[in-house]
C-alpha cells in the first residue's frame, strides 16, 4: 500500500491558513488525549489488556510556562512512564528531545529537596516512543540511541604516540520510532483501533489532495464525512468535527511552514533586527521550546538575530 504523502502547500495557500494556527494541537495529540483511547494505545505496544482508565495518570507538558517544552503525550500508568510523539519527518535527534521532555517531567513532578538526603528517590521507568507516518521510506521499527549522537574522544599516548578513538557511554536513552504508515505495524493497528483510523483519515485527505486535487478544505471536509460514515473514529469526528478540521489544516499549514520562511528569507533577506513579521516568527517558535540555533537552521536566520529576539522576548517576560 502507499505511503501518506507530505502535501507541500504554496505561499498563497499557506497565507490563507494562518489564521488557523490557534488550534495548535494535532489530530493525533487531541485524539489520544481521551484516556480510553490512550489506554488502548498503551495495551496495544505494551501486549496488555488493562480497562481501568482511572488508573492512568497524564503527565503530558503543555508548555504552559514561558519557554517550557511541550511534548505530546505523556503518561504514567502503574510504575511505567511512557512519553509518546508523533512525527511527519525523519528526526535523528529525537533521543536528545526525549532527554530533554524526561528531564522537565523529572524537574516538574519528581525532584524535590530530598534529592539531596539519604533515601533513595523512586522514578517511573520510561518508555520513549515515536509513531512515525511522513513520506520518507523507514523500516518499520527504528532504534535511536542518544550515544549516537555523542562525539567520539581520541586520545594519544604520549609514550607510544599510538592515537585512539572511543566513544563512552556513560548516559543512555533508547527511544522506538514505529512505521504507521499503511502498511507497516498492521498488527499494532489491529490492536488499537483509534491508531488505524488515524491513518485511514490521513490516508483519505492525502488521496483527495493528491488524486482528485480537492483544496485542503474540501479534502478535509470529504475525508471527515467519509470516515463517519465508514465507521471510522465516528464519535470522535461527530463530536470535534469543526476542531479536527482547524487541526488538521494546521497540521498542514505546518509543514508549509518551513519551505515558506525559507524562500521568504531568501528572496527577501533579512535586515538587522528583522522586521515585525520576522520578529513574530521567531517569537512564536521561541515560546514553543524551540533552541536559537534550531530556529536558526531550519528558518535561515542568523544566530545573534535569534538571540537578539529571544533576549527581548525574556526582558518582556
Given at each position: 500500500?502507499?505511503?501518506?504523502?507530505?502535501?507541500?502547500?504554496?505561499?498563497?495557500?499557506?497565507?490563507?491558513?494562518?489564521?488557523?494556527?490557534?488550534?495548535?494541537?494535532?489530530?493525533?495529540r487531541y485524539l489520544f488525549k481521551q484516556k480510553k483511547e490512550l489506554?488502548?494505545?498503551?495495551?496495544?505496544?505494551?501486549?496488555?489488556?488493562?480497562?481501568?482508565?482511572?488508573?492512568?495518570?497524564?503527565?503530558?507538558?503543555?508548555?504552559?510556562?514561558?519557554?517550557?517544552?511541550?511534548?505530546?503525550?505523556?503518561?504514567?500508568?502503574?510504575?511505567?512512564?511512557?512519553?509518546?510523539?508523533?512525527?511527519?519527518?525523519?528526526?535523528?535527534?529525537?533521543?536528545?528531545?526525549?532527554?530533554?521532555?524526561?528531564?522537565?517531567?523529572?524537574?516538574?513532578?519528581?525532584?524535590?529537596?530530598?534529592?539531596?538526603?539519604?533515601?533513595?528517590?523512586?522514578?517511573?521507568?520510561?518508555?520513549?516512543?515515536?509513531?512515525?507516518?511522513?513520506?520518507?521510506?523507514?523500516?518499520?521499527?527504528?532504534?535511536?540511541?542518544?550515544?549516537?549522537?555523542?562525539?567520539?574522544?581520541?586520545?594519544?599516548?604520549?609514550?607510544?604516540?599510538k592515537t585512539t578513538t572511543y566513544k563512552?557511554?556513560?548516559?543512555?536513552?533508547?527511544?522506538?520510532?514505529?512505521?504507521?504508515?499503511?502498511?507497516?505495524?498492521?498488527?499494532?493497528?489491529?490492536?488499537?483501533?483509534?491508531?488505524?483510523?488515524?491513518?485511514?483519515?490521513?490516508?483519505?485527505?492525502?488521496?483527495?489532495?493528491?488524486?482528485?486535487?480537492?483544496?485542503?478544505?474540501?479534502?478535509?471536509?470529504?475525508?471527515?464525512?467519509?470516515?463517519?460514515?465508514?465507521?471510522?473514529?465516528?464519535?470522535?469526528?461527530?463530536?470535534?468535527?469543526?476542531?479536527?478540521?482547524?487541526?488538521?489544516?494546521?497540521?498542514?499549514?505546518?509543514?508549509?511552514?518551513?519551505?515558506?520562511?525559507?524562500?521568504?528569507?531568501?528572496?527577501?533577506?533579512?535586515?538587522?533586527?528583522?522586521?515585525?513579521?520576522?520578529?513574530?516568527?521567531?517569537?512564536?517558535?521561541?515560546?514553543?521550546?524551540?533552541?536559537?540555533?534550531?530556529?536558526?537552521?531550519?528558518?535561515?536566520?542568523?544566530?545573534?538575530?535569534?538571540?537578539?529576539?529571544?533576549?527581548?522576548?525574556?526582558?518582556?517576560?
Amino acid at each position: 500500500m502507499a505511503k501518506i504523502r507530505v502535501i507541500r502547500i504554496s505561499k498563497k495557500e499557506y497565507r490563507k491558513l494562518r489564521v488557523q494556527k490557534k488550534q495548535r494541537d494535532t489530530v493525533f495529540r487531541y485524539l489520544f488525549k481521551q484516556k480510553k483511547e490512550l489506554l488502548s494505545l498503551y495495551n496495544a505496544i505494551a501486549g496488555t489488556h488493562y480497562v481501568d482508565e482511572e488508573e492512568l495518570q497524564i503527565k503530558t507538558l503543555e508548555g504552559a510556562v514561558f519557554l517550557a517544552r511541550k511534548n505530546d503525550l505523556a503518561f504514567v500508568f502503574r510504575t511505567d512512564l511512557q512519553l509518546y510523539e508523533h512525527q511527519s519527518t525523519v528526526n535523528p535527534n529525537m533521543p536528545i528531545r526525549f532527554l530533554q521532555y524526561f528531564s522537565e517531567l523529572l524537574e516538574r513532578d519528581y525532584v524535590t529537596a530530598q534529592i539531596y538526603g539519604r533515601n533513595r528517590i523512586m522514578l517511573p521507568a520510561p518508555t520513549f516512543i515515536t509513531f512515525y507516518n511522513g513520506d520518507e521510506a523507514q523500516p518499520e521499527r527504528l532504534e535511536m540511541l542518544l550515544s549516537d549522537n555523542f562525539e567520539e574522544i581520541e586520545r594519544t599516548d604520549p609514550k607510544t604516540g599510538k592515537t585512539t578513538t572511543y566513544k563512552p557511554v556513560n548516559v543512555e536513552l533508547k527511544v522506538i520510532q514505529l512505521n504507521i504508515n499503511p502498511g507497516f505495524n498492521e498488527k499494532l493497528k489491529e490492536e488499537c483501533p483509534s491508531l488505524k483510523g488515524y491513518i485511514l483519515y490521513w490516508t483519505k485527505v492525502s488521496y483527495y489532495l493528491n488524486e482528485k486535487h480537492f483544496s485542503l478544505n474540501e479534502a478535509v471536509e470529504k475525508a471527515v464525512e467519509e470516515c463517519i460514515a465508514e465507521g471510522i473514529l465516528v464519535d470522535f469526528f461527530r463530536k470535534n468535527k469543526a476542531v479536527v478540521k482547524k487541526m488538521s489544516i494546521y497540521e498542514f499549514d505546518q509543514k508549509g511552514y518551513m519551505q515558506v520562511v525559507r524562500e521568504e528569507s531568501r528572496e527577501e533577506g533579512l535586515k538587522e533586527g528583522g522586521d515585525l513579521r520576522d520578529a513574530q516568527r521567531i517569537e512564536d517558535m521561541l515560546r514553543r521550546g524551540k533552541k536559537v540555533e534550531e530556529i536558526a537552521d531550519f528558518c535561515g536566520y542568523p544566530v545573534d538575530l535569534v538571540k537578539k529576539i529571544e533576549e527581548k522576548l525574556l526582558e518582556k517576560a
